[in-house]
């Protein structure tokens, strides 16, 4: 199975502040990657797939990049609304495998 | 709107089945494939199935291989999940999500609002 590592498993950053979460892939996925986000108490929510692609409906302010085996998401001009915890996630192979999380709090 | 409304969850003692339902509307069902994630208390998403538009074509994870079946009504618009011989580590709520095109692409584009299953005795 492809295990995904992300890094920090929490952060706290200020409003207004950019804010980076990484994955890493345990070998390349060639791109196959999405990110979720998902708040206290409700189901996770996709922001990005295909490594950069923005979901529908998504605020501008998060982006994804990345390549092989090294992804990021950056959220810019963090908001209250943010607060919640992010996930990575690999379909480049079955499994299909997520990263453990990253918690976002405000400071 | 695409809505998706998972029920049939509970408690269930160690060794015994359940079966899950989700209820899909906004959105044409039998065009999409679709597929059930977990998510243990306090832990991590795991990818359980997914099942191809027609239901021809079903994947799952290596757990709950020969254990659990899912399966597809698109005349009803609802996915269903079987799950049969439950651990305690099945315990989980369980959600239904859509795939983001007619193609099997891995993302999922769409979550229900999940449904909580208790394996305890």
Request: proline residues 4%; charged residues 15%; hydrophobic residues 30%.
């Amino acid at each position: 199975d492809i295990q995904m590592t992300q890094s920090p498993a929490s952060l706290s950053a200020s409003l207004g502040e950019t804010v980076t979460i990484e994955c890493r892939a345990s070998e390349d996925i060639y791109n196959g990657l999405a990110w979720y986000q998902q708040k206290p108490g409700k189901s996770p929510q996709l922001l990005i797939y295909n490594a950069n692609s923005l979901h529908t409906g998504v605020p501008s302010r998060f982006s994804g990049s990345g390549s092989g085996t090294q992804y990021s998401l950056k959220i810019n001009s963090l908001q209250s609304e943010d607060v919640a915890s992010y996930f990575c996630q690999q379909y480049y192979d079955y499994p299909w495998t997520f990263g453990g999380g990253t918690k976002l709090e405000l400071k | 709107e695409v809505q998706l409304v998972e029920s049939g969850g509970g408690l269930v003692q160690p060794g015994r089945s359940m079966k899950l339902s989700c209820a899909a509307s906004g959105f044409t069902f039998s065009s999409f494939p679709m597929a059930w994630v977990r998510q243990a208390p306090t832990k991590g998403l795991e990818w359980v199935a997914t099942i191809s538009t027609s239901g021809g074509s079903t994947y799952y994870r290596d757990s709950v291989k020969g254990r659990f079946t899912i399966s597809r009504d698109n005349a009803k618009s609802t996915l269903y999940l079987q799950m049969n011989s439950l651990r305690s580590e099945d315990t989980a709520t369980y959600y239904c999500t859509r795939d983001y095109s007619s193609y099997i692409y891995g993302w999922f584009a769409y979550w229900g609002q999940g449904t909580l299953v208790t394996v305890s005795s």
